[in-house]
């Protein structure tokens, strides 16, 4: 089953904002950290914004600030609002689900497919 589903990627130009969204299952929302990652063409994934159940944030240098991520528990929905963008920002966002599991000793995670985000100058 698709557990995560991104949406809102698209076009914009430099300066303007977009929103992402995460839809989860309500296992998955409920019992993960949710965050939001990156990949540009050529380059490595990373990480861009997290929030965890508790509702802690953490956000990558290059976008404190610009970015907000944010839950609605209601929803099972994370959103990443994203302004002032930047080409720099052009890049596949996927969202990410994970915990810690203490039995396994290993992080669990959950990766949606991405959403394009193209940001022309």
């Known amino acids: 089953q698709v557990q995560l589903v991104e949406s809102g990627g698209g076009l914009v130009q430099a300066g303007e904002s977009l929103r992402l969204s995460c839809a989860a299952s309500?296992?998955?929302?409920?019992?993960?950290?949710m965050g939001w990652y990156r990949q540009a063409p050529g380059k490595q994934r990373e990480l861009v914004a997290s929030?965890?159940?508790?509702?802690?944030?953490n956000y990558a240098d290059s976008v404190k600030g610009r970015f907000t991520i944010s839950r609605d528990n209601a929803k099972n929905t994370v959103y990443l609002q994203m302004s002032s963008l930047e080409p720099e920002d052009t890049a596949k966002y996927y969202c990410?689900?994970?915990?810690?599991?203490?039995?396994?000793?290993?992080?669990?995670?959950?990766w949606g497919q991405g959403t394009l985000v193209t940001v022309s100058s």
């Open positions: 990410n689900a994970g915990r810690w599991s203490l039995e396994l000793g290993r992080y669990l995670e959950v």
């Open positions: 309500r296992s998955i929302f409920s019992s993960n950290a």
């Open positions: 929030i965890t159940s508790a509702g802690v944030t």
